[in-house]
């Protein structure tokens, strides 16, 4: 299993690279370290296993976090409605996005992070994701809210941006204009 200590931290070049597509069908190890990531998600948000393994929890881990520079993501989180989302995802691509922004109102942490970065991150409302699954099929998702937030922090991973490069430096908490404030 995947602990904390395997996810790279801020300043390893991996986190600033673009990663590759995921030649498919993928090999049976990138489907075993797309499962082992969405596996530490699941261990990290389950209270018994998170304490025991000391994980710190996340809803969202892409593979460059673990110095796996390739285009493989995993999102396991419960939307505001309650909905369980559960991705684990090769290549996922942003098709299409709102003119709409929104932004998380506690600002945004990272596992590749260990400090606090105040200031509001500015991302898209709504967007339409295309992937392939780790079981392989090709879907199409229409996401927004939270989820939709988690998405685009993971998909930046894999074009070597940190949230924090989106953070206004002249006032980290003006808020984007117009754009819809989300509670987590
Ligand atoms: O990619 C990561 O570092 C995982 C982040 C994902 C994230 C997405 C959107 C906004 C903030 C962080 C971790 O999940 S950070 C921990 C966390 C846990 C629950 C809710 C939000 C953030
Ligand atoms: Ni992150």
């Known amino acids: 299993m995947l602990t904390t200590n395997e996810i790279i931290k801020e300043g390893h070049p991996t986190l600033r690279i673009v990663a590759k597509e995921v030649p498919l069908p993928p090999t049976l190890e990138d489907v075993e370290t797309l499962n082992l990531m969405m596996q530490y998600l699941q261990n990290s948000q389950n209270p018994d296993i998170a304490n025991a393994y000391n994980l710190r ?17 995993a999102v396991h989180i419960a939307d505001e409605t309650g909905k369980q989302h559960s991705y684990a995802l090769f290549n996922p691509k942003i098709v299409s996005h709102s003119v709409e922004k929104s932004y998380l109102t506690t600002g945004e942490g990272c596992l590749s992070v260990e400090r606090d970065v105040p200031g509001f991150v500015p991302r898209y409302a709504r967007i339409t994701v295309k992937a392939t699954t780790v079981q392989g099929e090709d879907i199409k998702l229409r996401l927004k809210g939270l989820v939709a937030i988690v998405f685009q922090h993971e998909i930046d991973h894999l074009n070597g941006v940190m949230f924090y490069d989106h953070i206004n430096k002249q006032d980290p908490f003006q808020a984007p204009e117009n754009a819809i404030p989300i509670e987590r």
């Open 57 to 73: 929890p996340g809803v969202g881990l892409a593979a460059p976090q673990i110095n796996v520079p390739k285009r493989m993501i």
